[in-house]
Nanobody
Framework: QVHLVESGGGLVQAGGSLRLSCAAS????????AGWFRQPLGKERELVAA????????DYADAVKDRFTISRDNAKSTVYLQMNGLKPEDTAIYYC????????????????WGQGTQVTVSS
């Protein structure tokens, strides 16, 4: 019902910045909460940030708080993740997600997932 495509990943040195974008299509994107998950190699998937339908509420993992910012532009059906002060431990595949219920992000089980984009931070 919602198709998500991530872009903006790549290789960056520690301390650098990247902005990830997620383009949504299908049902009206403004009806869905959105979020970013990541999965480092050999580690469990974790929620990075989530944002409500209107963009009025956002939540972050402690590991990225004050470094990452999630935002959305519903007119463009796009959600962003601005990543500053990147660290090697941020290296992971980053997934864009969407769900009709913001509470799904508390449970870690949103309904819709993109294919992922690789972020690699060198030391």
């Amino acid at each position: 019902q919602v198709h998500l495509v991530e872009s903006g990943g790549g290789l960056v040195q520690a301390g650098g910045s990247l902005r990830l974008s997620c383009a949504a299509s299908g049902r009206t994107f403004s009806s869905y909460a959105a979020g970013w998950f990541r999965q480092p190699l050999g580690k469990e998937r974790e929620l990075v940030a989530a944002i409500s339908e209107s963009g009025g509420r956002a939540d972050y993992a402690d590991a990225v708080k004050d470094r990452f910012t999630i935002s959305r532009d519903n007119a463009k059906s796009t959600v962003y993740l601005q990543m500053n002060g990147l660290k090697p431990e941020d290296t992971a595949i980053y997934y864009c997600t969407a769900d009709y219920r913001y509470g799904s992000y508390v449970r870690g089980a949103p309904d819709y997932w993109g294919q992922g984009t690789q972020v690699t931070v060198s030391s």
